[in-house]
């Protein structure tokens, strides 16, 4: 009796067979699909491990996974090594060369503050609307950051929900696109920028951290280790690093993160009515995030006689290149021989700034 006792199979719920469904979907999608299979590929096997009964993976103080999950993002070591690698792959020189684009990446953080303010009017606690308002950056690292510190009930949720929304970024974005823009908006060809010198793209990560960490402290585990990571790349006397942030490490950051954060997913926090709430929420968060941007670069060309063609504001959400990359297509849609993919990179790269910025903001009202 004692042997058939510890025997999973007897201990199986329901809520973990739909929960092994969802795993086994994420997995589908990240194999099949390719919709971002380095993250969503752990994710699901994380949900898969967690939902088997009896293992311990994710007992306190003794499970292997809660471990990975109390030490890596409670302790928040892993969201920051994660953009220590980002910022070593990163070149600012798109957004160095037309600095006006910056607002471009700030606007379209316009859907992470309404969708908090929307959250909040559904029932959801400030910390919980914190958590899913920032999925609209479309920036998975700093939305786990948030979520680990603010509701991390929630944690799982909102990290499949923004990198789902990354995945589909293909597909969400375009017809926003179109439905706020004309063909001939689409058609326009800014005019080529100005080349960024060495010394620029070398003072930039060290003026940046200063700044942006004067003025929102919470910030600084993400933005400090983001701009180390691209002031290795910029030095160009320190490949070693370079080469390490951006692949071995990464790499093993990557594999801790997904499933730590798959393992989150158990069946009894994950089932249940406020998931569906913070799906729909994000959705809208990053719509209305793609829209703002996409408004104000309509905005300011009622201002100036080098016009910004509007399509690049989209890429204002953190989905780097994915973004930009949408962008750039559906402009060549309009004309095949507009370039608009290094011009999207400004507003792509300043959306993650100004989504680590609202993080901060969020940590510092709220935690």
Known sequence: MAFLDQLGLLSVSLGMVVMWALGLTLIY?????????????????????????LTGLMTPDEGLLWRFYHYGIEWEIIPPLIFLGLGSHTDFGPLLSQPRLIFLGAAAQGGVYLTF???????????ESAAIGIIGGADGPTTIFLAAQLAPHLLG??????????????????????LLTTERERAIRMKKARKVTNREKLLFPILATMVIVLLVPASAPLITMFMLGNLFR???????????????????????????????????????GDVIFIFVLGLVAFS?????GLLLAKAM???????INPLVGAAGVSAV???????????????????????????????????????????????
């Open 29 to 53: 999608c990240a194999i099949q699909k390719k919709y971002e299979p380095l993250l969503l590929l752990p994710i699901g096997f994380g949900i898969l491990v967690a939902n088997l009964p």
């Open 234 to 272: 910029e030095s160009k006397v320190v490949e070693r690093l370079t080469d390490t942030a951006q692949n071995s490490l990464m790499n093993i950051v990557t594999i801790f993160l997904g499933i730590s954060v798959g393992a989150t997913m158990s069946a009894d926090t994950f089932l249940n």
């Open 117 to 127: 303010f929307a959250a909040h009017a559904f029932g959801f606690s400030l910390q």
């Open 321 to 367: 290149p994915m973004a930009a990359r949408v962008a750039h297509k559906v402009g060549a849609e309009a004309d095949k021989k507009n370039y608009l993919l290094m011009f999207a990179m400004g507003p792509n790269l300043a959306g993650v700034i100004g989504t680590v910025i609202a993080a901060g903001i969020f940590l510092t009202m709220l935690e």
């Open 288 to 292: 209305v995030s793609t829209a703002c």
């Open 157 to 178: 949720a909102c990290a499949v929900a923004a990198y789902s929304y990354m995945a589909l970024v293909p597909i969400i974005q375009p017809p926003i696109m179109r």
């Open 301 to 307: 060309n009622l201002f100036t006689s080098d016009k």
